[in-house]
Each structure stands twice: as structure tokens, then as C-alpha cells.
């Protein structure tokens, strides 16, 4: 069965470090996203993409985030300058319309 | 807003017992809504996903059932095994002109006792 791909699966950087969080969708999908979880609550939205530009992003995307898809495959995250409150679980997800949602394993992001 | 429950928080049962899991979306105007199991520090793992035109979807132990009027989802286990200790979330679609970005529940986290 298909999968979606991240890496790294865990990564430690100190604030005010840019990080950027990598992904390989499923290429039949059509819908990306990323959503985070932060240690103990729930799995939240940041941002989606469709036909090589953002469609929605979240009040927490704000402009220390960006996402590209830079070559038709990859599809990163990119947070610029990271602060302490950044360290959550990063998930990747592609989607076509009435298969539902896959995820990646995620990324670990420990801000220190 | 969506704003989606699961409850129990945490759910300890002895092997081989059949269980319940609960789910309930205060905005009943979903399309779908889609099960996942997370395992400690790891992804995602899509178990069953319901239209809103069906009333439930099985796959092998696993029975899930929507009541859109209600607002309410079942995820039935059958036969539980240690292997299906793990948290258990729900989440239903925003759809916004096919985007659908989720909203989540905050997961029962399920203990099988061998």
C-alpha cells in the first residue's frame, strides 16, 4: 500500500534555528497538508495545498512557516526562525477527495 | 465550529473483551468521518473511514457506525487483543471546496490487559 514518506523522523535544533521538514506524498493525491501535535493535546490543521499554492493555513501559520512543493514530489515545511513552542510532532498528509486521509510517521521536533 | 469529543479519555480492558469507543461532533453537516489508531510517538494509521451515506464500515475486528443526526460515532472492537493497545482517534472534515482539513478528537487511549 502506498505511503506517505517524512524525514527526518526526529530532529533537535536550537531556537532561532530554520528547520525544514521533509515529505513524499502519495502521487496520486491531490490535497497536502501539514498538521502538528503538541505534546499530550490534539492533532491540529497549520496548512493545506493544492495545485502548487497554499489554499487555507491556520492562525498558528504564521509568517515564520512556509511549505513548497519545489519539484512535483517533494513537499516540505519550513519554519524559519523556531521558538521553544515549535517542539511538537509535525504530519504530513496527502488526500484524494472521498478516500479519506493518509499520514506519515511524522516528525519529532525538539526545540531546544 | 466543529468541535469534536471523545470520551473516554483512557479505557483499560481485559483480553478478549469487545469494547466501545466513543465519538461525537457538535456539527452534524459532515460527509465523512475517518478512524485512526496513533501509537506512542508514531503517525497516523487510517482504520476506517464512513460517508455520511453510510450507517457503518467494517474492516476484520473492527466495526465503526455514524449517527450524523446524533452527532454521534461508534468504534466497535471486537475480540481486543494486546496488539490493539494504542490511542484511538476520530476526526470529521472542514470541506472547503475540496480541501478538507480535519478536526480532531483528543483520542481514548486504549490499555489491553493480557
Known amino acids: 500500500e502506498p505511503e506517505v514518506t517524512q524525514t527526518p523522523s526526529h530532529q533537535v535544533t536550537q531556537m532561532g534555528q530554520e528547520v525544514i521538514l521533509r515529505c513524499v506524498p502519495i502521487?496520486?493525491?491531490?490535497?497536502f497538508y501539514w498538521y502538528r501535535q503538541i505534546l499530550g493535546q490534539k492533532v491540529e490543521f497549520l496548512v493545506s495545498?493544492?495545485?502548487?499554492?497554499?489554499?487555507?493555513k491556520s492562525e498558528i501559520f504564521d509568517d515564520q512557516f512556509s511549505v513548497e512543493r519545489p519539484d512535483g514530489s517533494n513537499f516540505t515545511l519550513k519554519i524559519r526562525s523556531t521558538k521553544l513552542e515549535d517542539s511538537a510532532m509535525y504530519f504530513c498528509?496527502?488526500?484524494?477527495?472521498?478516500?479519506?486521509?493518509?499520514f506519515g510517521s511524522g516528525t519529532r521536533l525538539t526545540v531546544v | 465550529k466543529q468541535e469534536v469529543t471523545q470520551i473516554p479519555a483512557a479505557l483499560s480492558v481485559p483480553e478478549g473483551e469487545n469494547l466501545v469507543l466513543n465519538c461525537s461532533f457538535t456539527?452534524?453537516?459532515?460527509?465523512?468521518l475517518q478512524w485512526f489508531r496513533q501509537d506512542p510517538g508514531k503517525g497516523l494509521t487510517s482504520l476506517l473511514l464512513?460517508?455520511?451515506?453510510?450507517r457503518e464500515q467494517t474492516s476484520g475486528r473492527l466495526n465503526a457506525s455514524l449517527d450524523k443526526s446524533s452527532g454521534r460515532s461508534t468504534l466497535y472492537i471486537a475480540a481486543s487483543q494486546p496488539g490493539d493497545s494504542a490511542t484511538y482517534l476520530c476526526?470529521?472534515?472542514?470541506?472547503?471546496?475540496?480541501?478538507?482539513?480535519?478536526?480532531f478528537g483528543t483520542g481514548t487511549r486504549l490499555t489491553i490487559i493480557p
Open positions: 498528509a496527502g488526500q484524494r477527495q472521498v478516500y479519506g486521509y493518509t
Open positions: 502521487s496520486n493525491h491531490l490535497y
Open positions: 495545498f493544492y495545485n502548487n499554492e497554499i489554499s487555507e
Open positions: 456539527d452534524s453537516a459532515i460527509y465523512n
Open positions: 464512513i460517508q455520511s451515506s453510510q
Open positions: 476526526a470529521v472534515p472542514i470541506s472547503n471546496f475540496g480541501n478538507e482539513k480535519l478536526t
